[in-house]
């Protein structure tokens, strides 16, 4: 009996994958685990490993193309089977079973449709159950006075909205998410984007469903989450003396070798135990405060950028955390990286110190509260204890908050702390 490799769920959020391309060859023997595909899903692009063994007899799915989840990939044949009559009809059925479901009879959209459609919504509070809105009658709206005053002033339509208080309850914060102006969020939504003029030579490029995530998220995080923005300019000269001295250590006993980066983010972990409001995260109407600080660190890959996850990164050492570091960028450069690897993350560090860069400000990764933006170490004219000019090297260090979670006394606290840190990297190894 043939068996269909289908598209598999590698992330939490998929909902299809791209086929990137095949490893293998129709003919090809395959084993269980055996690497046969490329799949590109909204995180990253993975290695996808046989769940059968056997023979690969036939390519369903073209590489380029967008398949969803449970769609049948190929067939396979297990050794000296010989190939069934009706095949073709087993691979439509397959097909169809994985299909979704043809839409029911047009109904009244649900408030949870009309805010979907307006746009990317954050993560708020588990959701209760809609209210549909039957013919022109809208149900008595369940919202707080508050919630009715703010609505009035941004000309949002409560009746296009699902409440996360207390019972469904429409509170402040889901009218402040809502889309803003003088129409419902349907209204919104035709709203026609601003599209380029393209010339005879210029090119239109599909973009992957990595890269629409990422679009969805960003403009999610800019629209939805209050961002306001510190900057601070630390001493990165005791710094990169004791990094100096370590690597000086390590080369002669054949040790690890460590990064300025690898510092960093051991000062971001530090900072955010010491100072713990910034690991948290918005939602709906309570603040969730986490327990462990799960450290993203931003990679830039070919085709868009991942933030995998060091997971308690409390409990590990500078050692561990350079480790750590170097093995998620080897798996994100190689395609290794799982949905694992993303998940847990309560705070992101973005370096673009390599590329040069002074200083810049970064988006929040939502639903975390705060991103901090790490920017290159430079020879600069300071003055010293003395009151002399001298030569030094400086780095500056921002951070970008959400200030319905962080204050700007609490980042600048927590930003104090990583100066401290760095500054003296030798309380980082205690």
Do not use: C
């Not at 450290?295 to 950028?305: E, F, Y």
Request: charged share 25%.
């Amino acid at each position: 009996m043939p068996k269909f490799i289908e598209m598999p769920k590698l992330s939490d959020t998929m909902t299809e994958g791209t086929l990137a391309k095949w490893t293998v060859k129709e003919g090809d023997k395959v084993t269980v685990g055996k690497a046969i595909a490329d799949i590109e899903t909204d995180k990253a692009t993975m290695e996808y490993a046989s769940p059968f063994e056997g023979v690969l007899h036939k390519f369903i799915a073209t590489p380029g193309g967008k398949v969803p989840l449970g769609a049948p990939l190929a067939v396979i044949l297990e050794d000296d089977e010989a190939v069934p009559a009706d095949l073709d009809d087993l691979i439509a059925k397959a097909k169809a079973s994985a299909a979704p479901a043809p839409a029911a009879e047009k109904k009244p959209a649900s408030s949870a449709a009309k805010v979907t459609a307006a746009g990317p919504r954050l993560p708020l509070a588990p959701q209760h159950k809609s209210r549909a809105v039957a013919g022109s009658a809208a149900l008595r709206v369940k919202a707080s006075p508050l919630a009715k005053k703010v609505a009035a002033e941004r000309g949002v339509d409560l009746n296009s909205l699902v409440g996360t208080g207390p019972g469904g309850r429409i509170v402040r914060e889901d009218v402040e998410n809502a889309p803003v102006g003088g129409a419902s969020a349907g209204r919104v939504a035709a709203t026609p984007a601003i599209r380029p003029v393209i010339g005879p030579e210029d090119e239109r490029v599909p973009t992957s469903s990595m890269r629409n995530i990422i679009a969805e998220r960003l403009l999610a995080s800019k629209t939805q989450i209050p961002h306001f923005y510190l900057q601070m300019e630390v001493d990165a000269g005791p710094l990169m003396a004791f990094r100096a001295h370590l690597n000086a250590s390590a080369e002669k006993t054949g040790g690890n070798k460590y990064t300025v980066n690898d510092f960093i983010v051991k000062s971001v972990i530090r900072a955010a135990q010491a100072q713990p409001a910034i690991n948290a995260a918005w939602d709906g109407d309570a603040i969730v405060k986490f327990k462990s600080v799960g450290l993203s660190v931003a990679i830039a890959i070919d085709d868009g950028l991942v933030t995998p996850v060091i997971k308690e990164a409390e409990k590990k050492t500078l050692l561990q955390i350079s480790q750590g570091v170097k093995d998620l960028a080897g798996k994100a450069k190689n395609k290794k990286l799982s949905p694992d690897d993303f998940a847990g993350g309560t705070i992101t560090v973005s370096n673009l110190g390599a590329y040069g860069i002074d200083q810049f400000a970064a988006i929040i990764n939502p639903p975390q509260a705060a991103i901090v933006a790490i920017g290159s170490i430079r020879s600069a004219p300071v003055v010293n204890d003395k009151g002399q000019i001298v030569v030094g090297q400086r780095m500056w260090v921002g951070l970008s908050g959400d200030h319905r979670v962080v204050d700007g006394a609490v980042a600048a606290t927590f930003l104090a702390e990583m100066r401290k840190l760095l500054e003296n990297p030798a309380l980082m190894l205690v």
